[in-house]
Each structure stands twice: as C-alpha cells, then as structure tokens.
C-alpha cells in the first residue's frame, strides 16, 4: 500500500533522539532546532517523560470521559498554577486545529453567531473552521469555504472595526507571534484596540497558542507579553513533548454547558501524563528562562554575522530574515552539517523552533554552520 503524499520530505529517516539531538538509522547525529514543528518542548526521550509515560501505560493506557479522570484535574490544577490563568476551565483534546475548531465552535454557541474574523497569513489548522480560517485558499475545499470569515491584514484596525460593525462576528482568532506564517506579531497598541472592540461588538478574541504556548516564547503563553487576557487560549504543540494532546482554556465569562464540546480520545491518562511531565520539568529545569536567556545569545550572534537581517520572534519562537529565500541555506544545514532548522510562508525566513533545554553550544553549531554557508 502506498503512503498518502502529506509533505515534501527531507531524505532523513530518524529513528531514535535524545535531548536536542535526533539519529538516523546509521548512527548519524542531527541537531533539531526544529523541534518537529515546536513539539519537542522539554527535549526528547526526557527520562522524566518516559518513566511517568511507561508507568502510566502499565497502569492505565485508556479509558473513555464516562468516568472520573483525576489526572485531568491533575493538569487542570497544575496548569492554573504554572501558567497563571486562573480564572479558564479546560478541555482537553488531539491536535491543535480540533483545539481550535472547538474554540470556534464555542465562540459561535455563546454569541448565537456564525462569522471569523482572522488574519493575513494566519494558521490555524486543517480541519472545517479552522482551515477556513486559515489563510490560505489552496488547502481549503469548497465544504471549508462556506463558512463566513473575514481574512484581515494584521494590525490594520479600520478594517477590523469595519467588520465588527456588522454585528455577525463570534470570534476574532490570531496568533500572539505567526508561527507558519513567519513570527509577525500584532502591534501593542492594535491588541488594545482590538480586546476593547471585540467586548464592544460582543465577539470573543481567541488567542491560539498552539504553536506559541508551553513557554515557547519565554512566557506561559505569547498572549501573557501583552496585559489582556483573551476569552479563549488554544494549546498543543509542545504540551505533550510529541504526545497528541491539544485543549483549550475557556474563560469563566462564558457559559460552555456540557454536550457543547465532547472527545473519545481527549485527555486520556496518557495525554495526560505527558503533559504533567511537560509542566513539571518546564519548571524544574526553569525552562522559559531558559528560552529568554537563548533569544538574547541568538540575537548577540546573529548580530555579529555583519549581514543585514533581522531576527524576528520571541524566546525559542524565533527567525532570521535574510531578504533572500532560504531554501538552498536550510537544505545544506541539514544535508552537510546535520542541522535541522524551520521555514515558514515567508520564503526568506529560516526560523528555529527547538527543545527549550538548548544551550549556548547548539547555537554555536548554529552559528558556525551560517558563517560558512554565508562566507
Ligand atoms: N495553530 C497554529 C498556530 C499552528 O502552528 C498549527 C500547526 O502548525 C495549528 C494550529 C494546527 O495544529 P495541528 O497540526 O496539531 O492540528
């Protein structure tokens, strides 16, 4: 049987990792500052992870949400604590998009209204609203195109208000640092407008951290550099280490009755272990510091290449735009000096989205490998 084509793919197969590294079959090491797409979040094969996992799946691999799980509540506690969002409760699902695609779904029950407003070179996943409101027309069919939403251009708050106006929008999503689309941020002072508008207009403002979330940027979640809170946080990514598990915080403001949102597989005693594991070690190992502190030696670095970039993005969510496109730069990282780096829609971006356990020796690696491929 033959594999359904999803991805262009490098010619790499790897079949074990250990903290920031990954191996191929032959023993061939790589260094992965790519994290899978921003999942690898505590380091792979974490021994924390693995032993709470393995003793977990001795214990209780699965059972459906028809009984009590105290390991959901575990995380829910866990999760208020760490992050300080104390005022959500949680749901807990798969995949960033069925994150997000519930979100949107509540947004709509709770207004009585049907219409997205997203913006310009925003992802939100491949499932039915979520790719809707997604920008990019060439992965969404027509069953995706019936929903009514508004792509905006970011920070561009004529037209945000101009929308709002209309009385018909449920939910305003965006990404606090665009992860596909290449780490544009929303301006401070377009956030402030957009959170007073939203209550204004009676639309919810959901933040999708699922790229961003779990310390990533060197907070909880991107929302937290800025002083609102949104109505609804989106999480996945990095909250399982590379276990599926994805939620989403649900503001205390909103009515979200039961029978609203349901999963089979949803915080199942796995996915809630890994993510226990996740939030532990984020803590212990004082991960977002960590994070803050490897921006700051990215940024010195990539200074001292002498080229005119620009690093985009915030804590271990980051970029350099070189004003030519990558692709030729990223294949030789991988390819000669076994470096595994990130693209976006922005093809002059090459983005880093490692374990946050790196240290200044990775980038170093890093480093090195862009003098000589720039020289
Ligand atoms: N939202 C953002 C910001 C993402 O970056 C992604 C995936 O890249 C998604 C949603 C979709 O997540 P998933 O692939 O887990 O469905």
Partial sequence: MELFDVYTTYDIAPVSAKGYYLFDGEGKKFLDLYGGHAVISIGHAHPVYVKKLVEQLDRLAFYSNSVISPLQQQVADMLETESGCTDYSLFLCNSGAEANENALKLASFYTG?????????????????????????????????????????????????????????????????????????????????????AHQYGALVIADEVQSGFGRTGKYFAFQHFPQQPDIITMAKGMGNGFPVAGLLIHSKIEAKKGMLGTTFGGNPLACTA?????????????????TKMEAYFRKKASALSLPLQV????????????????????????IHQIFTGSSKNPNVLRILPPLNIDEQALDQLFDALKTELS
């Fill in 113 to 197: 209204k049907s219409r997205i407003v997203a913006f310009k070179n925003g992802f939100h996943g491949r499932t039915s609203a979520a790719v809707a409101a997604t920008d990019n027309s060439a992965i969404q069919a027509p069953i995706n195109k019936q929903h009514a939403v508004s792509i905006l251009a970011l920070n561009d708050l004529v037209s945000l208000e101009k929308t709002l106006e209309n009385g018909d929008v449920a939910a305003i999503i965006l990404e606090m640092i665009q992860g596909v689309g290449g780490l544009d941020e929303p301006e401070p002072g377009f956030l402030d407008s957009l959170y007073k508008l």
């Fill in 275 to 291: 993510v226990l594991s996740v939030i532990e070690v984020l803590a212990k190992e004082n991960l977002l510091e960590n994070a």
């Fill in 312 to 335: 985009k993005g915030k804590g271990l969510m980051l970029g350099i735009d070189f004003g030519f496109p990558v692709k030729d730069l990223r294949a030789n990282l991988i390819y």
